[in-house]
């Protein structure tokens, strides 16, 4: 079945370490994006990708990082700079950015600062 | 600045007793609408893509609308399994951004 994985489901962080999060599609979607979901916020843009080794900021971006080395796949590093990481990390993929496609999404990584 | 306001917050509804759930936007040039149902403690999923004033889908008990300046989705005797956050989100101008909503949370009591 094609689709969108995300891992670990759950994550704990303490206060300093960078951790990363997994992020895998099986949709042959050009363009991936990294979405954080805060209570009574609507989703946040962190990072996107249209195309392999290119990526670029989206509205929160300061503290995260991600790398684009293969279609398939998007990871996100949280970093000991994002002050305040505690949040349900989504990713997602489209066809192509550019048009007009729908965003399919993971199930999402909680990730817990101690 | 583009902005995305649904409404209300949270909506409780008898099995079997339809309604409406608001999402208005101030954005140029939209590209397309997107509704989308998510359960707690999962990723949104797919439901609609609105483009254009006028439009309409439907599936199963749901029906979304489009008119310039909102979109609604209408909900038709809804069930139980109904129950879940309803988001809508828009893609507008030269940009490539989805800008979502903070959502609908949909409760049907049995």
């Known amino acids: 079945d094609g689709g969108i994985t995300q891992s670990p489901k759950y994550l704990f962080r303490k206060e300093g370490q960078n951790v990363t999060l997994s992020c895998e599609q099986n949709l042959n979607h050009d363009a991936m994006y990294w979405y954080r979901q805060d209570p009574g916020q609507g989703l946040r843009l962190i990072y996107y990708?249209?195309?392999?080794?290119?990526?670029q900021k989206g509205d929160i971006a300061e503290g995260y990082s991600v790398s684009r080395e293969k279609k398939e796949s998007f990871p996100l590093t949280v970093t000991s700079a994002q002050k305040n990481p505690t949040a349900f990390y989504l990713c997602?993929?489209?066809?192509?950015?550019?048009?007009?496609?729908?965003?399919?999404f993971g199930p999402g990584t909680r990730l817990t600062v101690l | 600045e583009d902005q995305v306001t649904q409404s209300p917050e949270a909506l409780r509804l008898q099995e079997g007793e339809s309604s409406s759930l608001n999402c208005s936007y101030t954005?140029?040039?939209?590209?397309?609408l997107f509704w989308y149902r998510q359960d707690p403690g999962k990723g949104p999923e797919f439901l609609f893509t609105?483009?254009?004033a006028g439009e309409e889908k439907e599936k199963e008990r749901l029906k979304a609308t489009l008119t310039k300046k909102e979109s609604f989705l209408h909900i038709t005797a809804p069930k139980p399994e109904d129950s879940a956050t309803y988001l809508c989100?828009?893609?507008?101008?030269?940009?490539?951004?989805?800008?979502f909503g903070t959502g609908t949370s949909l409760t049907v009591i049995p």
């Open positions: 997602a993929s489209s066809i192509q950015q550019t048009s007009y496609n729908e965003q399919f």
């Open positions: 990708s249209q195309i392999v080794n290119d990526f």
């Open positions: 954005v140029s040039g939209l590209r397309g």
């Open positions: 989100a828009v893609q507008a101008g030269t940009g490539n951004q989805f800008y």
């Open positions: 609105l483009y254009s």
